[in-house]
């Protein structure tokens, strides 16, 4: 009995078998037709709106243009009139500039100027041009004649030109070789240069020495009296053939002005010196003496 209870026909289990398999069979073709009825459409991108200038012609151009600016079916030249480049101007110097700005203006005022209404007479015959006739006392602006001045003065300045320039060029070369000739004419030399009469000029120079010191001695300067004073400057006589001074100058000051100038006029004091020898004469009109001047309230005036 209890082998019959646990005993399990085939059949049986054959039929829940098959009920699994159409279950699973009808979800299969399901599946199916839901997949067949879904449709993927794929994406599309935006579609791109550029204008596009298309020129329809009936025939199309012999000459063709290196440069298309238009989509066409044929060749053809734009409508309208070509636009040409402007040429560039010639250049013109600031004179010319100048000429050119006042004759514009001097015929726009003459323009202004002019009498707008005007007097027509018939002629005799009616094919001839008629003849204008404008008012006899028409009175012109005053700023016209100023700048009609203004104009004449500008065409009447002298231009500086390449003769001209030379011409003052020429005249300049001369003035410089007319001062190097008198300055060779005129034989200026220091005392240390001179060579042929070097003798001659060492005692001429101490006995001019001794002259000036006596002279500043006698004639000592007052900025030069106070205690414990010392002064020392350097100084340039140029002596003439005839004694008298040529030139004085300060290579060295002091440092004070009124010692300086008491120094200068010690040499003039002492002069007229005496004439040059003549020996010394062939070799220099005008003798250099170089020497230094120093000042003390112990010993004076002393010159070396």
Do not use: C
Request: glycine letters at 4%.
């Amino acid at each position: 009995m209890n082998r019959q209870a646990m005993f399990v026909p085939s059949t049986t289990l054959l039929q829940k078998n098959n009920s699994l398999l159409v279950a699973l069979l009808i979800a299969l073709i399901v599946h199916i037709v839901l997949l067949l009825s879904i449709r993927l459409s794929p994406v599309l991108p935006d579609p791109i709106n550029k204008p596009i200038d298309i020129t329809l012609v009936n025939t199309p151009e012999a000459d063709l243009s290196e440069k298309a600016d238009f989509l066409a079916q044929e060749n053809h030249a734009g409508a309208g009139q070509e636009v040409k480049q402007p040429e560039p101007e010639p250049a013109i110097s600031g004179v010319e500039k100048i000429q050119a700005d006042h004759s514009k203006k001097l015929l726009n005022t003459s323009k202004e100027a002019k009498p707008k209404n005007y007097k027509t007479q018939d002629s005799r015959t009616p094919e001839a041009e008629k003849e204008f006739i404008t008012q006899p006392n028409a009175k012109k602006p005053d700023n016209v004649a100023s700048k009609a001045e203004g104009y004449n003065r500008l065409q009447t300045t002298p231009k500086l030109t390449a003769e001209s320039l030379q011409q003052q060029i020429m005249q300049l070369g001369a003035e410089i070789r007319q001062t190097q000739s008198s300055a060779q004419q005129t034989k200026i030399k220091f005392i240390d240069s001179v060579s042929t009469h070097k003798y001659v000029a060492a005692q001429y120079m101490k006995d001019w020495e001794n002259k000036v010191e006596r002279t500043g001695n006698l004639n000592y300067p007052e900025a030069a009296s106070k205690k414990n004073f010392s002064g020392t400057l350097t100084m340039d006589v140029g002596i003439n053939a005839d004694g008298s001074v040529y030139s004085i100058r300060i290579n060295k000051s002091s440092g004070n002005p009124e010692l300086d100038e008491a120094a200068k006029k010690i040499v003039r004091m002492s002069a007229p010196f005496p004439p040059l020898p003549l020996d010394l004469r062939k070799e220099v009109d005008v003798l250099v003496i170089t020497r230094v001047w120093k000042f003390s309230d112990e010993s004076g005036l002393v010159t070396q």
